[in-house]
């Protein structure tokens, strides 16, 4: 048994800054991590052509002036290797792996009331004990395999894109099949499709993709932005999605149809993420999105030489952003390529898997690898997987049955001392993701110091609070149009999991208020004994 005031689970980039905050307030502290080092997403997400979508200058830590001065950036968008880099120089500048246990997965978290003490067990056997949990899992960290009939029977190698080997995979001279078109189908279809002698991609939904226009930052606009470096953050901090992009806050419907498309054009030069939070209407409006996703279409269409293949390719089924928005380098111009096929396997068209390849019910398709880029068990999946016990026994798994409850997506009633980084309930995956998980480990951070200052040994949400939270949260997603798809935002693409719309909509800066809001007024909803 080893004592410890915090255990931290997950050494991604909030495992990792909630460790050397930790360690600032003068606690005892350790992470204990999965894979092999720091990084997280960065770390298991090795596909080609993973990089992120929030430009990079955003997308990095801003609580050390130092490092953010530092570090260079080499494109608008990283690529998954310059991001694992970054989280590597940033475990080697802040010291955190002397804190960090590698190669080791926590299978049980369980409360004990009279100790008033977490004991944390891995899978090995070892046990640690402590005052304070923070779950650091992740919101995308446990890949989703499709069930698949005969999977098993395929005879070559399968490569989910979120568990990618490190070594890579060499696809050249090999016949491809590619299942799943969100995020991570769409970064890496362009790339495969270069590498193999033949990809074939199994579609079930279409999806809407924006440009990246991705290039190299230059010495000159980086220098720039450094220079603003403070004032950015801040900007980033009064926004909606925690980047430092321009809102415009444009109505399309207040428009006339030429400034429309005067107004969509921009945004698709401007390319990325704005192009669906730059319009009020386009998330809460169906008329609004329908036209926002038809030009898009006419994009697709205008890409797309084989007009049959444009059409497979025109989402028509959900409304733009209400799937994650992709967002892409030359996603739709790959299937103008002779080596590439894409077969619509949407309304259960597929059959089995085989030992060669795929039946579908139009067909037979063989190849001589698979890749699946079929997302995740996301928001809950990796929070589930463990063995949480609150008061009297309580398991988080069950009270969690028909969808995640907490009270400001960062502490489960029930629960005391356990905290979760962009758990559900919080604007996590709808924000850029660093900047929410800084303002998480702050809070979180600023919480125990009050704790600690007050002895304060029971830090718990009250069911109240929790449910008026988790009610405002579901009948603020229920004014838009972010419901209406089948997403992993609901659950959808894990059968049999409760559909709840988990992540807060209200944006960033409205949610980051309400938690200041919450510290000010002496933590209210929490119970603190
Ligand atoms: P993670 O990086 O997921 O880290 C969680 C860690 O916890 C993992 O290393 C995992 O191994 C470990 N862990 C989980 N369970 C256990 C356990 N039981 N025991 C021990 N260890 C455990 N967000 C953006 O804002 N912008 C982007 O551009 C962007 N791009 C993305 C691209 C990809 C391919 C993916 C998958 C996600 C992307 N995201 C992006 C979202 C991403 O989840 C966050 O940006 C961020 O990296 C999350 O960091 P984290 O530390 O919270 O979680
Ligand atoms: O996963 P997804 P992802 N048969 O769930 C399909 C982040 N991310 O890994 O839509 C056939 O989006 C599924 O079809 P459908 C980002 O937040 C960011 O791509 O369910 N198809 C879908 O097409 C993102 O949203 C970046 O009908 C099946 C695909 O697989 C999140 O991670 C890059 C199937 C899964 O898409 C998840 O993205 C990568 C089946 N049985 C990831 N099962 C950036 O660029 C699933 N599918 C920042």
């Keep these: ?315 028509k089924d959900h409304p733009l952003g209400s799937k994650r928005l992709c967002v892409d380098t030359d996603y739709f111009e790959t299937y103008n390529r002779d080596n590439v096929t894409i077969v619509d396997v949407g309304a259960d068209r597929v059959v089995e898997m085989t030992e060669t390849g795929l039946r579908t019910l139009d067909g037979e398709y063989q190849f001589d690898a698979l890749v699946l880029a079929t997302g995740f068990d996301a928001m809950t999946g990796a929070l589930n997987a463990i063995d949480i016990r609150g008061r009297g026994g309580v398991s988080l798994k069950e009270q969690w049955r028909d969808g995640p409850r907490s009270y400001l997506g960062v502490a489960v009633a029930g629960f005391p001392n356990l905290f979760i980084i962009t758990g559900p309930g919080s604007p996590s995956v709808f924000a850029n993701m660093i900047l929410a998980i800084e303002q998480h480990v702050e809070w979180i951070s600023a919480l125990i110091t009050y704790a600690e200052a007050n002895e304060v040994r029971e830090i718990e949400a009250e069911s109240e609070a929790q449910e008026d939270w988790a009610r405002m949260v579901s009948e603020s997603a229920d004014k838009t149009l972010f419901v209406k798809a089948n997403s992993w935002y609901l659950g959808a693409n894990v059968p049999g999991k409760a559909r709840v719309f988990m992540p807060y909509v209200d944006g960033f800066k409205v949610y980051a208020d309400a938690c200041e809001e919450v510290a000010k007024s002496g933590y209210r909803g929490f119970r603190l004994s």
Aim: hydrophobic fraction near 35%.
């Design 1 to 315: 048994m080893q004592d410890r005031d915090v255990i931290v689970i997950g050494a991604g980039f909030a495992g990792m800054y909630m460790v050397h905050s930790l360690r600032q307030l003068g606690l005892s502290v350790s992470a204990i991590e999965r894979g092999s080092d720091v990084g997280g997403v960065w770390y298991w997400n090795r596909y080609p052509g993973a990089r992120c979508d929030i430009e990079s200058m955003s997308y990095s830590y801003s609580f050390s002036e130092e490092l953010e001065q530092e570090w260079v950036w080499s494109h608008r968008y990283a690529m998954q290797p310059e991001i694992l880099r970054y989280a590597d120089y940033v475990a080697d500048r802040f010291e955190l792996r002397r804190d960090i246990v590698f190669n080791t997965t926590v299978a049980k978290a369980e409360y004990c009331e009279v100790e008033r003490r977490w004991l944390v067990s891995t899978e090995t056997g070892e046990i640690f004990r402590c005052r304070y949990v923070v779950m650091a899992t992740g919101c995308l960290s446990v890949p989703k395999v499709p069930d698949l009939p005969g999977l098993g029977h395929f005879e070559g190698p399968v490569l989910h894109t979120a568990d990618w080997p490190a070594e890579g995979h060499d696809f050249s001279d090999q016949t491809v099949g590619l299942i799943g078109t969100g995020s991570s189908g769409i970064q890496s279809i362009p790339i495969i499709a270069h590498q193999a002698r033949h990809l074939t991609v199994f579609q079930r939904t279409a999806n809407f993709s924006i440009p990246a226009w991705n290039g190299p930052l230059s010495i000159d606009h980086e220098a720039d932005l450094k220079r603003n470096y403070r004032a950015l953050r801040q900007k980033a901090r009064q926004s909606y999605v925690g980047d430092f992009a321009d809102e415009y806050y444009v109505s399309i419907l207040d428009l006339s149809p030429e400034d429309r498309e005067v107004q969509f054009e921009r945004r698709w030069r401007e390319g990325g993420f704005n192009y669906q939070y730059a319009f009020t209407d386009v998330m809460v409006d169906e008329t609004a999105n329908d036209l926002a996703a038809e030009y898009v279409r006419n994009k697709i269409r205008a890409k797309v030489k084989d007009p049959r293949m444009a059409e497979i390719l025109c989402p």
